[in-house]
């Protein structure tokens, strides 16, 4: 079971939310993760969803280009 950050919680209810005290107490971790948004974050990345991006984004292949050593790859040799 994972622990719980109460103070970021607490600082989310109280100040995001402007829940009282007693209403954050009465919500369950669940509807307060709902309320913040938690729940509509990106869902995990699956095998399928790595094989579409893969698709829509190749490698380059080997030897196409020059990489500057900062991650950009060039066609010439200008610097």
Known sequence: ?????????????????????PEFWRLTPIEL???LGVDQ?????TRARLEQLAAAFPDQPKGSGHDDGEGITRSDHSA
Request: no cysteine; proline share 10%.
């Open 1 to 21: 079971m994972s622990r719980l950050d109460w103070a970021g919680l607490l600082r989310a209810g109280l100040g995001q939310l402007r829940l009282t005290p």
């Open 41 to 45: 974050a990106e869902p995990p990345l």
């Open 33 to 35: 993760s709902i309320m």
